[in-house]
Every structure is written in C-alpha cells, then in structure tokens.
C-alpha cells in the first residue's frame, strides 16, 4: 500500500488552515477592520435605532453594521424594509422608519 507523501499533507494543511483563517476573520468584523482600510467616515442615523447619533465608521461599512453599532433597531422599526447589505457613505444621513 502506498502512503501519502509528506509534501501533499503539507499542502492540505496549510489549505486547511488558510481557509479556517478566511472564514474567522469573516466572521470576526472587528478584527477583519483592523485589518482593512483605515479611512474614517461619519455617519448619521436619525431615528428607528435604540441610540441615534452620528457614528465614527470606516469606508466600505454596510448599513447592517451601522445599526449593530447603533445598538440595533428599535421594536417600532422592521428590518424587512431595508436592504442590510447598502454600503454607507461619508455625511450620510439614514432615516429609518417614520421621519
């Protein structure tokens, strides 16, 4: 019976490990940021989240995270109606819900 040689369980390790990595730091937002662009924007949210403000974010942020940050949605607001996925963009104002 032949065995595996050494060279190939090398490669299937270091695969392994590199697709691991990729699928924690996806999972990891804050150290995937760390590690992405450094460029500052401000954002402002009116209303539909439970701390309205205006939020330091970084270039390439989706509205999703802005509400995670804003401590989500308020029980009046429905998530539904917003596509979570919009990249947001410096000087922005988001009104969710009534105005």
């Not at 990891?28 to 205006?54: A, C, F, H």
């Not at 429905?78 to 969710?96: A, P, T």
């Amino acid at each position: 019976m032949n065995s595996i040689p050494k060279s190939w369980l090398y490669f299937v390790l270091v695969l392994l490990v590199l697709v691991l990595g990729g699928y924690f730091l996806k999972e990891n937002r804050p150290i995937l940021d760390k590690l992405s662009s450094n460029e500052t924007i401000y954002v402002q949210i009116k209303n539909g989240v439970k701390s309205p403000g205006i939020y330091e974010m970084r270039k390439g942020d989706t509205l999703k995270y802005l509400i995670e940050k804003a401590g989500g949605f308020d029980k009046e607001s429905h998530s539904l109606q917003y596509d979570m996925n919009d990249e947001i963009y410096d000087g922005q104002v988001i009104y969710l819900g009534d105005r």
